[in-house]
């Protein structure tokens, strides 16, 4: 069964930057994809991106493209986000996530982190 611990959010400034991790215990194949999802207060959950471990292909949300990158750290097992030019509307719980198969689509995650909060003020 796989596992997944967020870490890395906090408090930021708007402008400001934050990178976000996951570590993944457990088998992660190469046709699975790992996203981060976020739920600000009162919102839906919205997919913010994922990769594709096979090829590190990316997909982003039109919300956050040009802001975010997605990478991923095999080796070890670990995810990241990386956050630029953030703004107040970005505050939310931000979640790992991992699908165990390719779709260009944020439907089908099965495996959840616990998330990890991010604020940004104006």
């Known amino acids: 069964r796989v596992q997944l611990v967020e870490s890395g959010g906090g408090s930021v400034q708007a402008g400001g930057s934050l990178r976000l991790s996951c570590a993944a215990s457990?088998?992660?194949?190469?046709?699975?994809?790992l996203g981060w999802f976020r739920q600000a207060p009162g919102n839906e959950r919205e997919g913010v991106g994922f990769?594709?471990?096979?090829?590190?292909?990316?997909y982003y949300a039109d919300s956050v493209k040009g802001r975010v990158t997605i990478s991923r750290d095999g080796a070890n097992n670990m995810l990241f986000l990386e956050m630029n030019s953030l703004k107040p509307e970005d505050t939310a719980m931000y979640y790992c996530?991992?699908?165990?198969?390719?779709?260009?689509?944020?439907?089908?995650?099965?495996?959840w982190g616990q998330g990890t909060q991010v604020t940004v003020s104006s």
């Open positions: 457990g088998q992660i194949y190469s046709n699975w994809c």
């Open positions: 990769i594709y471990a096979l090829s590190g292909s990316t």
């Open positions: 996530a991992a699908r165990t198969y390719y779709a260009r689509s944020f439907q089908g995650f099965d495996y």
